[in-house]
C-alpha cells in the first residue's frame, strides 16, 4: 500500500507494478450488479504493449469481464465472455497519466448488457449480452494487475466498491458536478471519426437519457459544437480532461474535432473527411 493522495481521502492506495496482482476472492456472481474503482496510471508502458487492469474468473478459470489498457493511447478495452463468443468494447475516454479517474461498469440482467462510465459519464456499452451465467451462487475471483498472457499496468487503484444492484447514472456521476450536469450536460461525446454529415447526424440523435426516434431528431437540444460553444462553456477543457481528443493508434492523425461555424462549408469539398465529434447543447 502505498501512493498519492488518495481521491476518497485515504491515507494510501494498492501499489501495482507490472509483475504484481491483488485477488479479492469468493465475489459471489450476480446478473445484475455494479463494479466501481479509482485508478491513477503512474505511468504508460515503455514497450508499448497491451497491460492487464483487471479480470474475474472462476473456479474453471473462465473469465467474464476482463479490462486491458490499450499501449499508447491508454484507452480501455473491455473483453466479455457471451455464451457463443467474446465481445469487445473500446472506451472514447483515453486515461491520462498521473490523474486519478473513476471506473464503473454495470451488468443489468433485463437489458442484457454492459455499461462502462468514465468519471460518472455514460462510455459504451455492449450489443444484447446473453452470458451462460445461470446462477447468483457463483463465485468469482477479481483479480486486479497481472494476468496470466499479460504484464499489469503500472497504477494505484483505490476505493474498490461491488454492488449487487446496478447504479443509477445520477449515483455514479456524484463527485462529479462540477463538470457538468447530469440532467443536461454541455457537451457530449458524438464519435470518435466520422464524416460532417454523419457528425451532424450523430448530435441530432443524442438524448441525454437514450436515442431520439427519427421523427423526434428535429428537436434535439445538442448540434456540432462551435467555437463559442467550447471555450465559453468550458467544454474544451471538459474534453481534454475525458482524453476525448486522443487518436486511436500511433499513426492516427484524427485527434482533430469539427468546428461548426469553419467546417459546415468547408467540410463539402472533402465529404470523406473524418474528425472527432462532440455536440454541444444549443
Excluded at 93 to 111: P, V
Excluded at 253 to 273: A, Q
Aim: glycine content about 4%; proline content about 3%.
Amino acid at each position: 500500500l502505498h501512493g498519492p493522495p488518495s481521491p476518497v481521502g485515504s491515507k494510501h492506495s494498492l501499489d501495482l507494478t507490472s509483475d504484481a496482482y491483488v485477488v479479492i476472492p469468493n465475489v459471489v456472481d450476480r446478473n445484475t450488479m455494479t463494479v466501481k474503482f479509482w485508478m491513477f496510471i503512474k505511468d504508460a508502458n515503455s514497450d508499448n504493449t497491451w497491460s492487464s487492469l483487471f479480470f474475474n474468473t472462476d473456479s474453471n478459470n473462465d473469465r467474464y469481464v476482463e479490462i486491458k489498457l490499450w499501449p499508447i493511447t491508454n484507452r480501455l478495452q473491455f473483453i466479455l465472455k457471451t455464451v457463443s463468443s467474446l465481445e469487445t468494447i473500446d472506451t472514447n475516454a483515453s486515461l491520462l497519466t498521473r490523474r486519478w479517474y473513476s471506473i464503473s461498469y454495470t451488468i443489468t440482467n433485463d437489458k442484457n448488457r454492459i455499461d462502462i462510465y468514465i468519471n460518472g459519464i455514460h462510455d459504451g456499452q455492449s450489443g444484447v449480452l446473453k452470458t451462460n451465467r445461470e446462477t447468483t451462487k457463483v463465485t468469482f475471483n477479481y483479480v486486479f494487475g497481472k494476468s496470466p498472457q499479460l504484464k499489469g499496468v503500472n497504477a494505484y487503484i483505490d476505493k474498490v466498491q461491488i454492488y449487487s444492484r446496478e447504479l443509477q447514472p445520477s449515483e455514479l456521476i456524484t463527485g462529479y458536478a462540477f463538470l457538468q450536469s447530469l440532467k443536461d450536460p454541455v457537451i457530449v461525446h458524438g464519435c470518435q471519426s466520422c464524416t460532417y454529415s454523419e457528425a451532424e447526424l450523430v448530435c441530432k440523435n443524442i438524448d441525454t437519457v437514450g436515442i431520439r426516434t427519427k421523427d423526434e431528431a428535429d428537436k434535439s437540444d445538442y448540434a456540432i459544437c462551435s467555437l463559442q460553444d467550447l471555450y465559453l462553456s468550458e467544454g474544451w477543457n471538459f474534453a481534454r480532461a475525458m482524453g476525448w481528443f486522443a487518436p486511436f493508434s500511433k499513426n492516427d492523425d484524427s485527434g482533430t474535432i469539427w468546428i461548426r461555424e469553419i467546417d459546415e462549408k468547408s467540410s463539402k469539398s472533402d465529404k470523406l473527411l473524418k474528425k472527432i465529434t462532440l455536440c454541444c447543447r444549443k
